[in-house]
């Protein structure tokens, strides 16, 4: 049975600083001092401590792929020392694989600047343990899904997430390595049809819908906001009249100045550029059980792609607590299938029933 390495790591900011400076550190950095020292690149005939290091540098090379780069990861790791270390120099000897993806990432994240302008994730993770600086995140096996799987195969509503077990027993769901994901950096459809359903939002990030995992707000600072999560956990602040959205800003909860917006973050400044530039917006709606009780476009289950919005209008509000919080107008666009009928069809009963079973895994 196929299987793939992945490592237990968790989605917080923390987590993943303190997994990429470890094995920057202590996997990437010791292999190439073992290769200076035999002048050549290290093999799996050099022993089981080179074939340790050799499985966690092409591991940790694929898990860097599924992640997003931000000025903070670049700023508080050697990540693209490291890159450049593998690619170019001439006194460490890496196998030609890695230098192929270290060059293939590096290459990737100069064309985005580094992730100077995207927007991060300003949501909380899950509570989750850090390991202690120095101690690695351990690589634990996953079984590949069959490719005929129903739910976890090609066609199947989970294609490209894999079900992962820690040391601990713990399931967590993981993109899959040997199915790249699709860019979620475009504005408009994406090729994505209007109605198109996605059982969580790990699978619209790797479908290309929304590029963040957890973050309700995707897009650049500079150029605009691509796509947008709607969720009941605003439901105190917006507005959702299906065809116009009043969509609250980043950390809208949270202020309690009645005078004063908290100041604007990445998320909120994505969606003043929309206002700005123009460009269509990607409008997705999140559902769960009595998610609709609050908000009747709300899918009944998972994650629903209802086509494209203009952001054309900002205002201030007031939240609970008397504060400001910033609150941006969107308009969807005309000639696309009715909201209506895409409640009543999107999901469809057999991907409920898919949804269902896809937590029996695989």
Known sequence: MATVDVFAVGNSKAAQLQHINSYNR?????????????KRVVTSEDGSE???????GRAYLQWLNTIEMTPEIKEKTTTSKMLQLIINNPDLFYPEDMKNSAGALYEKWESENWGADEVVSEDAAEEEVIPKDGEEVPIVQSRLPPPNHPIYGEHGIMYGILVARGPKGKISYQLNPHVPKKSAKVFG??????????????????????????????????????????????DDLDNDQGDILYY??????????????????????????SLQKRHPVRVLRSGGPHASNSNRWLPECGIRYDGLYQVIGWRERKNKKGG???????????????????????????????????????
């Open 324 to 362: 400001l919080y910033e609150q941006f107008r969107l308009r969807r666009e005309p000639g696309q299938p009715p909201l209506e009928d895409l409640c009543r069809t999107s999901p469809t009963a057999q991907q409920k029933r898919d949804l269902s079973r896809s937590k029996q895994g695989y």
């Open 189 to 234: 459809h994406n090729n994505i049809p209007v109605g198109s359903w996605f059982a969580n939002q790990l699978v619209a990030l790797h479908r290309g819908a929304h590029g963040a995992r957890m973050g309700g707000i995707a897009g650049s600072t500079e150029a605009g906001t691509y796509s947008i999560v709607v969720s009941n956990v605003y």
């Open 248 to 273: 609250s800003g980043s950390n809208s909860h949270k202020n309690e100045d009645p005078f004063h917006s908290v100041p604007s973050s990445a998320g909120t400044k994505a969606l003043k550029a």
């Open 26 to 38: 202590f996997t990437i950095a010791t292999l190439g001092v073992k290769s200076r020292k035999l």
């Open 50 to 56: 080179c074939r340790d290091l050799l499985k966690k």
